[in-house]
């Protein structure tokens, strides 16, 4: 294996719509070098070999296993699969980056940690929207009260496709935003409900509004899509003394809104009297790093230094959590469910 100063040999396994992307990053980071990709699909592996012609190609994973010179592997392959490929490569002693969600099930998951942990190794689920410069920047303003008390979330992900054939649109979509609210309020959940349609593919839901109850009192709306007539990533949070609405699409991805309304006190019997204040709007700089970059830079640390990264194994396991309460939900024909309870890491 790697010593601390050299980099952090990683290879790719999966090459499909994702991969590639995690091929560039890897392939350009000075902290990593990419040692191989794994696909099962020879096309595949011919149109990266024209772009990265000095990286080993291979369809075969037990290859890549027993490589003595790979240290870690980036599983970028479909949701049902990630168990299996990641015990084996935590077995053969290799770290592992896998794509959201980690697992199938929370079961498959903790057993993944247990063997993480078992062995030393980095197990990194990736949630790439925690690298992302907006989502940082709200939860700095979150961590430091500068929106007081948060009174509510209402999330909107859709767009028009990628319809899955293999995984419900909140199993596909439904972790970008769960690990974004785990992120921010640093805590699960304590129930759920959900209702959805499939509206294309029977029995693949295909739109999905979930409604997240909080133990502080916070409530959350999150609203996800694969049928919408345009591509919308917006979160408004109001909280007592400010408002913010995060939009990934938008030039402008993070405003601050300084506005609000008091309950004041009422000066006779039956009187109430609201204040309503509308102030400035602020938009912070954002840097424009590409959030899969600094994932990758903080998979390497990570690997490098063994402590645990930002988008942890504790995250990927609450947003299985999380994702099995509102499959309860549905089959409960949209009743509360309640999530496992968990010990927030902020």
């Not at 990593?32 to 990265?52: N, S, T």
């Not at 999150?222 to 938008?250: F, H, N, Q």
Request: glycine share 6%; aromatic share 6%.
């Amino acid at each position: 294996m790697s010593t601390a100063a050299d980099p952090v040999r990683v290879a790719v396994v999966g090459l499909g719509y994702w991969g590639p992307n995690l091929v560039r990053n890897l392939y350009e980071l000075p902290d990593a070098e990419l040692v191989g990709v794994c696909d099962l699909d020879p096309d595949r592996l011919e149109r990266i070999a024209r772009r990265y012609p000095d990286v080993r190609r291979t369809t075969s994973y037990d290859e890549l296993l027993e490589d003595p010179t790979v240290d870690a592997v980036a599983i970028v392959t479909a949701v049902g699969t990630h168990f299996e490929l990641a015990s084996a490569a935590l077995e053969a002693g290799k770290h592992v980056f896998v794509e959201k969600p980690m697992a199938g099930s929370v079961d498959e998951a903790e057993l993944l940690v247990a063997m993480a942990r078992a062995r030393g190794l980095t197990l990194m689920p990736g949630h790439t929207f925690l690298y992302s410069p907006p989502v940082n920047a709200v939860h700095d303003l979150i961590r430091a009260g500068a929106l007081g008390e948060i009174f509510f979330l209402s999330m909107s992900r859709v767009n028009l496709g990628l319809h899955q054939s293999d995984a419900s649109v909140i199993w596909d979509l439904g972790p970008h935003d769960l690990s974004i609210l785990r992120y921010w309020l640093g805590e699960s959940p304590v129930s759920v409900s959900a209702m959805t349609r499939c509206c294309v593919m029977p029995d693949v839901p295909d739109v999905a509004f979930v409604n997240l109850q909080y133990a502080d009192g916070a409530v959350a709306h999150v609203e996800l899509s694969w049928l919408a007539p345009s591509k919308l990533r917006r979160t408004a949070i109001v909280g007592s003394e400010r408002m913010v609405v995060y939009d990934d699409t938008s030039v402008e991805p993070v405003r601050v809104f300084d506005s609000g309304v008091t309950l004041r006190t009422p000066a006779n019997f039956g009187e109430f009297r609201l204040s309503y204040r509308t102030g400035d709007i602020v938009s912070p700089r954002i840097d424009g790093t590409e959030p899969l970059q600094v994932e990758m830079e903080d998979l390497c640390s990570s690997i490098r230094t063994g402590r645990e990264p930002r988008s942890s194994m504790e995250i990927g396991l609450d947003v299985l959590r999380v994702i099995e309460a509102i499959d309860r939900s549905l089959r409960e024909d949209g009743a509360p469910s309640a999530v496992e309870s968990t010990l927030a890491t902020r």
